[in-house]
């Protein structure tokens, strides 16, 4: 029978369509998975509840473990765990400076605006930045700018 770490193992290959630097797994979208002798079932959350991308993620999730020695394959979508940004890991953090985004900071369930003033560059670290929207390209994202490299860039809001 197939184990929770060869299946996590395996998810951690389904990048998010919209930054391809962080698998579902790093991202926090996985909320359970259920083994039996001849099935898997792959509940996820979204990041937002209107996220583009949630079909695609469902169709590649159920289509990688399609590949693994399992009979019936189950990805669901729901919001019995609300997804907040401190489910992303810390190698998804990671991931995010990667292709370019400052990582949301870490909360205690409370976020004021102010936070969103104080974020590194991902590009040169300096913290000599402006907070210049709190609407990105997509709904997760805030713009600013690095005033020391000079440099426009976005930032996974932190969501609670």
Known sequence: MITQEEIIDALHEVKDPEIPTISVVDLGIITKISITPDSVEIIMT???????????????????IEKMPVENVSVKTNFDTPWNSNMISERGREALLKHGLAPPPKHAGYIEL???????????????????????????????????????????????
């Open 46 to 64: 979204p990041t937002f509840s209107g996220c583009p991308a949630l079909k695609i993620l469902e169709s590649q999730v159920r289509e990688r």
């Open 114 to 160: 102010e936070v969103l003033s104080d974020i590194a560059c991902p590009f040169c670290g300096s913290r000599n930045t402006t907070f210049e929207s709190p609407f990105g390209a997509t709904l997760c994202r805030s713009i600013h700018y690095c005033k020391n490299c000079q440099q426009g860039f976005e930032q996974f809001k932190p969501i609670v």
